[in-house]
């Protein structure tokens, strides 16, 4: 069982930055590949950025490419988000996510999700 708590969320100006972390429980952190999901007032949750369980490959959606980074700490048990360049449509709430197996772009995929954490964007 792992659980997980994300942080970092907030209210930033486009242009901005902020870094989301996801904390998470239990020994057995560094076996699970890790997502960020989002979702937006009125839409389906969509799929922001993934890394596997060493850190060594790492996913993104077109939309974020080349502005978010994902990235772990297994000593820490904590993975992060780091968010630049912002955009109102980056608004939403944002959900970490682990996978037993591996990481992938389908939420259905993956087994224990977070609360998820506000982000909102202003322009």
């Known amino acids: 069982q792992v659980q997980l708590v994300e942080s970092g969320g907030g209210l930033v100006q486009a242009g901005g930055s902020l870094r989301l972390s996801c904390a998470a429980s239990g020994r057995t952190f560094s076996r699970y590949d890790n997502g960020w999901f989002r979702q937006a007032p009125g839409k389906e949750r969509e799929f922001v950025a993934a890394?596997?369980?060493?850190?060594?490959?790492?996913y993104y959606a077109d939309s974020v490419k080349g502005r978010f980074t994902i990235s772990r700490d297994n000593a820490k048990n904590t993975v992060y988000l780091q968010m630049n360049s912002l955009k109102p449509e980056d608004t939403g709430v944002y959900y970490c996510a682990a996978s037993k197996w591996h990481y992938s772009v389908d939420a259905k995929e993956y087994d224990y999700w977070g609360q998820g954490t506000q982000v909102t964007v202003s322009s």
């Open positions: 890394i596997s369980t060493t850190g060594g490959s790492r």
